[in-house]
């Protein structure tokens, strides 16, 4: 399997202010854009080639990889000039497929799932399509059972198996392609309950090694940025990356607790306190500012006290 769908073209409404320039895959995690954690996972189990469908602010995944490469893997980007939801998005790049079985991976959620493992459980199933779940977390949406997914927010009323977390991930084979109509905004889910009903080969297998999180709120992007800072994710992040850009410039006596990202050109001026708190390339936080789990976007300056506030 050497090609992958990620699912940029959300508009990140959630998020507010932090999506407003930019998609939300692209959202700094201590300086590295969020989807490219999806590509390094799919990398490191032998993707090659990635597409990645866009929508809101799509200009900004060409300036982001002008070269349309990443780690050896080529990009290719699709703009939905009006959204078509995942299973419409599917479909419009199906020709980059070419017939093949491929990974869809939602390109919002920041992940140390071990995807080679749903890979091998599909290729030895036999399915149409395998979805990665995880018994714990929240929403407990799916009910799998036996490896089969057979229920799917209890629109069945199916008793029994095992109460499941839908992670975005899964692998599809081509004969789902022709499930999706064409030219249509459609979901997957209401084709996944039309394989449950006919008995179609709809897997699920559970993956609770490694971490997963939803970045659909302010809290959740503060709280990823905690755990990576404490360890909780594979390759000893941030320690892979420096939480503070060589390039910031962070005043000497400027306080800084609890975790703190700062990125490119970043700057915190003099005796500024910074607790908790997100500054995106060229952020400023002005001298003698107060700031606890903040975030300060790109090329924006904040000043005073203040907890809680998105700039």
């Known amino acids: 399997m050497t090609r992958a769908f990620v699912l940029g073209a959300g508009l990140g409404t959630r998020l507010k202010t932090l999506t407003e320039h930019r998609p939300k895959p692209l959202i700094p995690i201590y300086g590295k854009p969020l989807i490219t954690f999806a590509f390094d996972q799919l990398i490191d189990v032998g993707i090659e080639e990635i597409v990645v469908n866009t929508h809101h602010c799509h200009d900004a995944y060409t300036a982001a990889f002008p070269d349309g490469m990443y780690g050896g893997a080529r990009l290719i980007f699709e703009h939905e000039p009006v959204l078509l ?32 493992n749903m890979i091998a459980f599909h290729e030895a199933s036999g399915n149409e399509v395998t979805m990665a779940l995880r018994s714990h977390g929240e929403p407990l949406h799916v009910t799998a059972q036996d490896g089969r997914v057979v229920d799917i927010a209890g629109r069945l009323g199916v008793t029994g198996g095992q109460r499941c977390l839908f992670t975005g991930i899964y692998v599809v084979e081509p ?137």
Not at 86 to 103: S, Y
């Open 85 to 116: 939801e995942t299973a419409g998005g599917i479909k419009n790049v199906e020709r980059h497929f070419r017939g093949e079985p491929f990974v869809v991976y939602n390109g919002d959620i920041l992940t140390s799932l071990p995807v080679g």
């Open 175 to 311: 004969a789902f392609l022709r499930r999706i109509p064409e030219r249509s905004k459609i979901s997957v889910i209401p084709l996944f309950m039309e394989m449950i009903k006919s008995g179609a080969g709809l897997g699920g297998v559970a993956l609770d090694e490694g971490e997963w999180w939803d970045l659909g709120t302010r809290e959740k992007y503060l709280e990823v940025h905690a755990a990576l800072a404490a360890g909780q994710y594979p390759g000893d992040w941030p320690g892979r990356r420096a939480p503070v850009d060589p390039t910031a410039r962070i005043a000497p006596d400027a306080r800084l607790g609890g975790f703190v990202a700062a990125g490119p050109g970043a700057e915190i001026g003099a005796g500024a306190q910074v607790t908790d708190c997100i500054l995106w390339e060229g952020a400023r936080v002005l001298a003698g500012s107060r700031l606890t789990r903040c975030i300060v976007t790109a090329g924006r300056t904040a000043g005073g006290e203040h907890r809680g506030v998105d700039f």
